[in-house]
C-alpha cells in the first residue's frame, strides 16, 4: 500500500514538474501589416488596436508572454507580404500569424501557411472566400458581404432606389463588394444599370470621369466600393464637386467610404450617405465609449479608431483566447479548435466566429452620415441583427 | 440637352481641366530639356515640393488658399536655384545616362526626405468654399475648382507666351534653344539664362504641384508616379517647345479623360495608344525640331 502511494505521489510531482515546462511560454505572433508607404495609416490603425489591447488586458494573457515580430507588407501586391510570411514561418518560427490589410495579400500568403500550418488570424482583408484558401485562416474582421449585400436589400426597400449604378476599385475585394451589392439588390427586383471599375488601389484616380459618366446615367443610388482611406475622401470631394447629391443620386456603399479617421477630412456634403458597416467610433454602447475613451487617452485626442483599429483589438483578443485556452503550449490544431465558436463583446458588440467558416459573425448596422456639434458624425439607424457572411451562407461564387 | 451633347462637354471641361494641370507641371521640363539638353527626371519632385510646401504653408501657418499658392511656387523656385548652380551645372556636359542618375538619384532621396517629413500617407488641403461645389458659367454648371484650375492654366499660357514672344528675355532663351553656341557668341549670358529658365520651370512645377492635391492628389511618391505623364508631354509636344507642350498636355489630357469616361474598363490605356501612335509618326513630337 505504502509503495502504491508513493508511485502516486511520484507521479503527480512529475506531472508537476512536465507541466511547470509549459509555464510562461513565450508565444511568437507574426505581424504582417503595411508600416511604410501610402497604406502605413491603416497599418498604424490596427498596430494601436493590438498594442491597446495588450496594454489593458494583461491577464489576458494568462503566465504567458507575447512576442511580436512585425513585418513591413507595404503595397497591396501580395509579393512583399508572402515573403514576409515565408520568413515569419521558416526563420522566426512564429505560432501565430496576424495583421493583413489588404486581400491580395492574404490571398497570397495562405499557401505557405497551409504548408506551414501556422494560423492566421486576418485582422482587415475582407474579401468573402479568403477563409476557403486555408484551413488555417480565420477571420476577426468582416467580409464585403457583410456591408455589401444587406446594404443591397435596403438600398431598394428603404431607400427606394430602384437602379443603381456600381463603382468599384479594381481589384479582388473590390469585386467582391460589387458582387455583393448587386446579388442583394438584385434579389429584391432592383435593377443594377452598369458597375464602373475605377482604377488600382494604389494611387487614388481622379474619380471625375467616372462621377460624370454615373451623374449622367441618373440613376437612384450610387454604391461605391474603395479602399478605406484617401480613395474615400476623394469620392466624397467629387461627389461633392459634381453637386451630385442635388440631382438626387443617393450615395451608399460599405463603411469604408465613411471611416471614422477620415470622416472630419470630408466635405459636409457627406451628410447624408448611407452605408452599411459593422463599427464606428460613434457607437454610444458602454463598451465601445469606454474603448474610445483608452484609445483617445493612448494615442491622443485628436485621434480616433475606426473599424480597423477595432480589428486590431479584437484580433489581439482573439490570439490572448487561444494562446490560454492551450495554456501557452501552441499547436496549429489547437488554436484553430480554440478560435471556432469564440464569442467576445467587442466595442462594435457581440462577435462570434463561425466554427463552420471560420469567418466572423457580426451586427451590420446602416449608418448615416450627420452634422451634429460642428462634425459629421455617424447615426445608426437600422440593424441587421448577427449577420452570417451571406457570401458562404448563400453558396455564390468562389464561396462555394 | 442631349445626353451626347451632355457628355461631350463634361469631357471637353474635365479633359481641358486636367490638360492645364499636366501642363503647368510639365511645361518647366521641357523648356529645361530644350535649352539645356538636360535629363531632368527630378522635376517632378519640385512639384511634389510645391505641394508639400502648400500644405504647411495652409495647414501650418493659415495662409490662404490662393496666397499660399503663390508663395509655394515661389519658395520652390527660389530653392532650385542652388540646385541647378550646384548639382545640374556640374553635369551639363556629362551625356545622358549621368543626368538620368543624378535626377533619379534626387527623386528618390526626396521621396525619403518628404516621408521623414510628413509621414507616408496622402496628404490633403481644405479649399476655400468658393472653390467648393459648382458654378454656373452661363451655358452649364460646373466644378469651381476645375473651372479655376483652367483659369490658371489659361493666364500662365498667356504670360508665358508674352514672356517668351514679347520680352527681351523670352527673345534671349528662344535663342539659346535655337542654337546655343551662336547665342553665346553674340554676347548672350547663357549661364544666367539656365538659371532664369530653371527656377521659372520649378516654380511652375511647384504651382502645377500645390494645384494637384486638390484633384489626383499629394504623396511621397508624386515625383515618381507623375513622371510618366509629364515624359509624355515633354516627347509628344516637342523638346523645348511652349506650344507643343501645352497641345500634348491638352491632348493627353482630354483623351484620358474621354477613354475614362467612354470606356472606363480600359480607359487608361488611350493615353500610352496615343503616345506610341504619334512618336512613331513624328519621333521628334508634335512640334519637335531636328
Known amino acids: 500500500m505504502m509503495e502504491y502511494r508513493k508511485l502516486l505521489l511520484g507521479t503527480i510531482v512529475a506531472l508537476g514538474v512536465a507541466m511547470g515546462g509549459a509555464d510562461a511560454a513565450k508565444i511568437k505572433i507574426g505581424v504582417v501589416l503595411p508600416y511604410s508607404g501610402g497604406a502605413a495609416q491603416f ?22 508572454e507575447i512576442e511580436l515580430i512585425k513585418r513591413d507588407s507595404k503595397r497591396p501586391g501580395g509579393d512583399i507580404a508572402k515573403n514576409a510570411v515565408q520568413e515569419l514561418i521558416t526563420r522566426q518560427k512564429v505560432d501565430m500569424l496576424t495583421g493583413f490589410v489588404f486581400s491580395p495579400n492574404a490571398m497570397a500568403s495562405a499557401p505557405l501557411i497551409t504548408q506551414g500550418k501556422v494560423p492566421m488570424v486576418i485582422m482587415n482583408a475582407g474579401t468573402a472566400w479568403i477563409p476557403s484558401l486555408s484551413p488555417y485562416i480565420v477571420r476577426v474582421s468582416f467580409t464585403m458581404w457583410h456591408a455589401g449585400y444587406p446594404m443591397g436589400g435596403y438600398a431598394m426597400n428603404k431607400l427606394g432606389c430602384k437602379t443603381a449604378v456600381i463603382g468599384y476599385t479594381n ?3 473590390g469585386k467582391d463588394s460589387r458582387n455583393a451589392f448587386a446579388t442583394g439588390f438584385e434579389k429584391s427586383g432592383g435593377k443594377v444599370l452598369e458597375a464602373i471599375p475605377m482604377g488600382g488601389p494604389r494611387q487614388v484616380p481622379d474619380f471625375t470621369p467616372f462621377f460624370q459618366r454615373v451623374k449622367n446615367a441618373k440613376p437612384d443610388c450610387f454604391y461605391i466600393f474603395v479602399p478605406a482611406g484617401n480613395h474615400a475622401v476623394a469620392v466624397v470631394k467629387t461627389y461633392a464637386n459634381l453637386g451630385m447629391g442635388a440631382t438626387g443620386i443617393k450615395l451608399i456603399g460599405p463603411g469604408d467610404i465613411t471611416q471614422d479617421t477620415k470622416l472630419q477630412s470630408m466635405p459636409k456634403e457627406a451628410a447624408g450617405m448611407i452605408t452599411v458597416h459593422h463599427y464606428s467610433a460613434d457607437y454610444k454602447t458602454p463598451v465601445n465609449m469606454a474603448f474610445v475613451k483608452a484609445w483617445k487617452e493612448a494615442y491622443g485626442a485628436d485621434t480616433t479608431p475606426d473599424f ?3 480589428a486590431g483589438y479584437d484580433g489581439m483578443a482573439a490570439i490572448a483566447h487561444a494562446i490560454t485556452a492551450q495554456d501557452g503550449s501552441i499547436s496549429a490544431a489547437g488554436t484553430m479548435k480554440a478560435l471556432a465558436g469564440w464569442s467576445y463583446n467587442s466595442p462594435r458588440g457581440k462577435i462570434t466566429i463561425d466554427p463552420k467558416t471560420r469567418d466572423i459573425i457580426q451586427d451590420s448596422n446602416v449608418h448615416k452620415v450627420v452634422f451634429k456639434d460642428g462634425r459629421l458624425m455617424i447615426e445608426v439607424i437600422d440593424t441587421f441583427p448577427q449577420v452570417k457572411d451571406p457570401c458562404k451562407a448563400n453558396q455564390i461564387g468562389k464561396c462555394k | 440637352m442631349g445626353q451626347v451633347a451632355n457628355a461631350a462637354i463634361v469631357i471637353l ?18 523648356i529645361t530639356m530644350g535649352l539645356m539638353g538636360f535629363v531632368n527626371l527630378a522635376h517632378g519632385g519640385f512639384a511634389m515640393a510645391g505641394g ?3 500644405v504647411s504653408l495652409m495647414v501650418g501657418l ?5 496666397a499660399a499658392l503663390v508663395l509655394a511656387a515661389v519658395f520652390v523656385a527660389v530653392l532650385s536655384i542652388p540646385f541647378e548652380r550646384y548639382l545640374y551645372r556640374r553635369l551639363y556636359e556629362a551625356d545622358e545616362l549621368d543626368h538620368v542618375l543624378l535626377s533619379i538619384g534626387l527623386v528618390l532621396m526626396a521621396t525619403a526626405a518628404i516621408t ?17 461645389g459648382q458654378v454656373d458659367l452661363g451655358f452649364g454648371t460646373f466644378p469651381a475648382y476645375r473651372t479655376f484650375t483652367i483659369g490658371v492654366g489659361g493666364l500662365l499660357i498667356l504670360g508665358l507666351w508674352y514672356g ?4 527681351i528675355i523670352g527673345a534671349k532663351i528662344r535663342a539659346a534653344v535655337d542654337n546655343r553656341r551662336m547665342a553665346q557668341s553674340i554676347g548672350i549670358n547663357v549661364d544666367r539664362l539656365f538659371v532664369i529658365a530653371f527656377a521659372l520651370g520649378s516654380g511652375l512645377a511647384a504651382l502645377g504641384g500645390g494645384l494637384a492635391i486638390e484633384i489626383i492628389g499629394m504623396e511621397p511618391t508624386f515625383a515618381l508616379t507623375y513622371l510618366v505623364f509629364f515624359l509624355i508631354v515633354v516627347a509628344v509636344g516637342g523638346l523645348g517647345s511652349i506650344r507643343g507642350a501645352f497641345v500634348a498636355a491638352l491632348l493627353l489630357g482630354l483623351i484620358d479623360t474621354a477613354g475614362k469616361y467612354l470606356w472606363p474598363d480600359g480607359g487608361a490605356f488611350f493615353i500610352y495608344a496615343v503616345t506610341i501612335t504619334i512618336l512613331l509618326i513624328r519621333p521628334l513630337g508634335l512640334f519637335g525640331r531636328a
Open chain 1, 43 to 64: 497599418g498604424e490603425q490596427i498596430d494601436r488596436g493590438m498594442n491597446l489591447f495588450i496594454k489593458q488586458h494583461k491577464a489576458a494573457f494568462g503566465r504567458h
Open chain 1, 171 to 173: 481589384y479582388p475585394p
Open chain 1, 308 to 310: 480597423m483599429g477595432v
Open chain 2, 13 to 30: 471641361f474635365d479633359g481641358v481641366a486636367y490638360g492645364m494641370l499636366l501642363f503647368i507641371m510639365s511645361v518647366g521640363l521641357s
Open chain 2, 52 to 54: 508639400y510646401v502648400l
Open chain 2, 62 to 66: 493659415g495662409v490662404p488658399f490662393i
Open chain 2, 116 to 132: 521623414f517629413i510628413y509621414g507616408p500617407s496622402a496628404v490633403s488641403i481644405t479649399v476655400p468654399d468658393y472653390l467648393n
Open chain 2, 164 to 167: 517668351f514672344e514679347g520680352t
